[in-house]
């Protein structure tokens, strides 16, 4: 092997060997692209908006149905914290169960909590992604002509925003504050509405003017904060039912 050869080579793994942008993308599916469109979305939206409608998001932004779903993963890894034992969410469900419990003093209270939340957290993506992609599918604000594909991006793209706050929103769970309980779900619920409302709105610029930007964003916001809910509440569902 001549030296030309033996320096080439050394370039082509320099070249290909990962960094740290590759690391964050094997841990949470997120990287310095990610993080890019994350901060687009906040700081001008409509370019972001404009460049959904590319197959290839002009080459500059991630996907928004992958950012959402790594940003949900990177919440739900977190679930050790504000889903503990000492949080408001395992004391809300244990005060939920109390009754039933009374009613079988042979169940241990903090393991069947321990056991819905774990099935909650494990349906909890498959009822997010079936049910606000149905409302993606249902929801015609975008601007006339756009089709179901772009509709789920859009729709995704404008939360977001709203899914990064969540992140950090949800370690408010993990306070052990019960006097503090109204005040943190209405900040965990009046928040994401807003963003998802200003997004949205911010996002058709480029397709809406006036008044009809105001009300559309007004029904994204209501329809993915239903969605949301509902998600939820099917995730609970389930976990009840196969923790009995």
């Not at 590759?22 to 001008?44: C, H, K, P, W, Y």
């Not at 197959?55 to 149905?65: A, E, N, V, Y």
């Not at 099935?119 to 975008?142: D, R």
Request: glycine content about 6%.
């Amino acid at each position: 092997m001549t030296d030309t050869e033996t320096e080439a080579d050394a370039t082509a793994n320099q070249t290909t060997q990962p960094g740290w942008d590759a690391l964050l993308e094997d841990l949470f599916g997120l990287n310095i692209r990610s993080l890019q469109t994350i901060r687009e979305m906040f700081v001008r939206p409509a370019n972001v908006f404009a460049a959904a409608r590319s197959d290839d998001w002009g080459g500059k932004f991630t996907p928004s149905i992958r950012l959402v779903f790594s940003l949900f993963t990177v919440m739900l890894l977190l679930s050790f914290f504000w889903a503990g034992e000492n949080s408001l969410i395992f004391r809300a469900i244990e005060d939920a169960l109390k009754e039933t419990v009374r009613q079988k003093p042979d169940i241990d209270l903090v393991s069947v909590t321990n056991k819905l939340l774990k099935n909650y957290f494990l349906f909890l993506p498959f009822t997010f992604a079936l049910f606000h992609s149905l409302g993606a599918m249902l929801l015609f604000i975008w601007g006339k002509g756009t089709r179901i594909v772009q509709r789920l991006r859009f729709y995704y793209l404008a939360m977001i925003p709203s899914s990064a706050i969540s992140i950090l929103s949800a370690t408010l769970l993990g306070v052990n504050a019960i006097a503090q309980t109204t005040w943190i779900q209405s900040f965990m619920l009046t928040i994401p509405f807003l963003l998802n409302w200003v997004t949205s709105w911010r996002c058709l610029e480029t397709v809406q003017i006036g008044f009809g930007r105001l009300w559309r964003g007004l029904i994204f916001a209501l329809v993915s904060l239903t969605m949301t809910a509902v998600s939820s509440i099917a995730s609970f569902m389930v976990a009840g039912f196969l923790a009995r």
